[in-house]
């Protein structure tokens, strides 16, 4: 058993063949093309209400859109600040290299077809994006996306599907204009069929999550296959999301399937699953001051435990001073402004210029590397937020247990369990990427009626 290659390859869709009939199970309409089965799936309610596979799940601990604790003559508005970072599987870690601010006011630019992987960031085949929304000011919008390894047995770079998946995501929430916002399973067919429709995007496939923060303080998440996403509360964890796989290491994904292998399957067998963002799990929470969210792919899922990560992020937000102790009865309390921690002040071109350095990485020498990295460790990043800290330790943390062989991390654990026979021990080297984001809620006051 290969545990430590790419995981499985799935046959899910068939990319671009023309439609011979309309089926009312789209999981038995195998001539069905995959922008016909994408666009299907998101026109048509009707479909969505049959298949049981289309969940709508209800936070653990109660997502009520309706907040109790706040009065009538109180209005609350909340804002989210948002960092990444992230690191390629067998690349030395940078954290003032490998990190991405978002800065609201940037302005989204449409992908170009083709477009040159010297413009991406230094993630390998894990992708990811942050948008404020175009029809919800105050809004943000942000997903990963993890290229299936798999893909590279059959010649494809699984990176430039994944990769593409996020921008056209980007592109999609950032130029709606409806009076309706895209909901985050909307927004994930989106960017699927657009990646269907990319006349470069051979073959290919990822799994994906999406989250939508709104201005109310509610947060909506689609998740499909093995990423997946942590609310952490005040020294707890609040809600998580669980993995969807078919089999071990096998999870689901989004795929672009060439013709011609589809006949090779027909002709000798073999399993065709077909996932769709109609597959994905959504689940609704309410968010509150001081929230902290971690979205990530795989890569940090598969070497730090949940209790892990709020360790890391516990210890991080006490020391910045956001989160308090005020006495040991009284426990943990969030500081009334978060913005001193969050701002980027006037630092706000530095996330093009992190990003932009991460993806030019990869274009240099061994050499040039090292002296870059040197150079760094001795300026010290461009700017260090809140957000931005948490993201660079958590996957600091995630890489270094990756590489320890001694630690069982939580893929050896799932090994053994499957597995009993099989010697894995330590952690799983992978692509890693987090996007963090701070919770803030500012409250103004309103006369009554």
Same mark, same amino acid.
């Given at each position: 058993?290969?545990?430590?290659?790419?995981?499985?390859?799935?046959?899910?869709?068939?990319?671009?063949?023309?439609?011979?009939?309309?089926?009312?199970?789209?999981?038995?309409?195998?001539?069905?093309?995959?922008?016909?089965?994408?666009?299907?799936?998101?026109?048509?309610?009707?479909?969505?209400?049959?298949?049981?596979?289309?969940?709508?799940?209800?936070?653990?601990?109660?997502?009520?859109?309706?907040?109790?604790?706040?009065?009538?003559?109180?209005?609350?508005?909340?804002?989210?600040?948002?960092?990444?970072?992230?690191?390629?599987?067998?690349?030395?870690?940078? $954290?003032? @290299? !490998?990190? *991405?601010?978002?800065?609201?006011?940037?302005? &989204?630019? +449409? /992908?170009?077809?083709?477009?040159?992987?010297?413009?991406?960031?230094?993630?390998?085949?894990?992708?990811?994006?942050?948008?404020?929304?175009?029809?919800?000011?105050?809004?943000?919008?942000?997903?990963?996306?993890?290229?299936?390894?798999?893909?590279?047995?059959?010649?494809?770079?699984?990176?430039?599907?994944?990769?593409?998946?996020?921008?056209?995501?980007?592109?999609?929430?950032?130029?709606?204009?409806?009076?309706?916002?895209?909901?985050?399973?909307?927004?994930?067919?989106?960017?699927?069929?657009?990646?269907?429709?990319?006349?470069?995007?051979?073959?290919?496939?990822?799994?994906?999550?999406?989250?939508?923060?709104?201005?109310?303080?509610?947060?909506?998440?689609?998740?499909?296959?093995?990423?997946?996403?942590?609310?952490?509360?005040?020294?707890?964890?609040?809600?998580?999301?669980? $993995?969807? @796989? !078919?089999? *071990?290491?096998?999870?689901?994904?989004?795929? &672009?399937? +060439? /013709?011609?292998?589809?006949?090779?399957?027909?002709?000798?067998?073999?399993?065709?699953?077909?996932?769709?963002?109609?597959?994905?799990?959504?689940?609704?929470?309410?968010?509150?001051?001081?929230?902290?969210?971690?979205?990530?792919?795989?890569?940090?899922?598969?070497?730090?435990?949940?209790?892990?990560?709020?360790?890391?992020?516990?210890?991080?937000?006490?020391?910045?001073?956001?989160?308090?102790?005020?006495?040991?009865?009284?426990?943990?309390?969030?500081?009334?402004?978060?913005?001193?921690?969050?701002?980027?002040?006037?630092?706000?071109?530095?996330?093009?210029?992190?990003?932009?350095?991460?993806?030019?990485?990869?274009?240099?020498?061994?050499?040039?590397?090292?002296?870059?990295?040197?150079?760094?460790?001795?300026?010290?990043?461009?700017?260090?937020?809140?957000?931005?800290?948490?993201?660079?330790?958590?996957?600091?943390?995630?890489?270094?247990?990756?590489?320890?062989?001694?630690?069982?991390?939580?893929?050896?654990?799932?090994?053994?369990?499957?597995?009993?026979?099989?010697?894995?021990?330590?952690?799983?080297?992978?692509?890693?990427?987090?996007?963090?984001?701070?919770?803030?809620?500012?409250?103004?006051?309103?006369?009554?009626?």
């Amino acid at each position: 058993m290969a545990t430590g290659a790419g995981r499985t390859l799935l046959l899910l869709c068939r990319p671009r063949l023309r439609p011979l009939r309309l089926a009312t199970d789209l999981r038995s309409a195998p001539s069905m093309s995959t922008a016909s089965l994408s666009c299907r799936s998101a026109q048509d309610p009707s479909t969505r209400a049959r298949d049981s596979n289309s969940r709508v799940r209800p936070a653990a601990h109660g997502a009520d859109s309706e907040r109790h604790h706040c009065h009538k003559h109180v209005r609350s508005t909340f804002n989210y600040s948002v960092a990444a970072s992230y690191i390629a599987k067998g690349r030395r870690y940078d $954290p003032s @290299t !490998h990190v *991405f601010h978002f800065n609201p006011y940037n302005r &989204v630019q +449409p /992908p170009k077809p083709g477009r040159g992987k010297s413009s991406r960031p230094e993630s390998g085949q894990d992708a990811f994006f942050v948008s404020r929304s175009g029809v919800n000011p105050g809004g943000v919008a942000l997903g990963l996306a993890d290229g299936v390894g798999g893909w590279m047995d059959a010649g494809v770079d699984p990176a430039d599907f994944s990769h593409a998946f996020c921008d056209y995501m980007a592109q999609a929430v950032y130029e709606n204009n409806k009076t309706t916002g895209l909901t985050a399973r909307q927004l994930m067919q989106r960017g699927y069929e657009a990646v269907c429709h990319d006349p470069t995007i051979k073959a290919g496939g990822s799994t994906a999550i999406v989250g939508l923060c709104s201005p109310d303080g509610t947060l909506e998440v689609a998740n499909l296959g093995d990423s997946g996403f942590v609310l952490l509360r005040l020294n707890g964890v609040h809600a998580s999301s669980e $993995p969807q @796989t !078919h089999a *071990f290491n096998t999870p689901y994904q989004l795929s &672009v399937v +060439p /013709p011609s292998m589809l006949l090779r399957a027909a002709a000798f067998g073999g399993a065709r699953l077909m996932d769709h963002p109609r597959d994905a799990e959504v689940t609704r929470h309410a968010l509150r001051h001081g929230d902290v969210l971690v979205f990530a792919s795989d890569g940090l899922w598969d070497n730090l435990f949940n209790q892990d990560i709020l360790r890391i992020v516990s210890r991080t937000m006490t020391r910045a001073g956001a989160w308090q102790q005020q006495s040991t009865d009284a426990g943990v309390h969030v500081v009334a402004d978060l913005e001193p921690h969050t701002r980027l002040a006037d630092n706000v071109d530095a996330s093009k210029e992190t990003t932009a350095a991460a993806a030019e990485e990869e274009d240099k020498s061994p050499q040039q590397q090292q002296q870059r990295s040197r150079h760094h460790q001795q300026t010290g990043p461009a700017t260090v937020t809140l957000q931005s800290l948490l993201a660079m330790e958590i996957v600091s943390a995630a890489k270094a247990a990756s590489m320890n062989r001694k630690l069982d991390g939580p893929f050896s654990k799932e090994v053994k369990k499957y597995f009993p026979n099989e010697r894995w021990h330590g952690g799983k080297e992978d692509d890693i990427c987090v996007v963090v984001v701070v919770v803030s809620e500012e409250t103004t006051s309103k006369a009554k009626l």
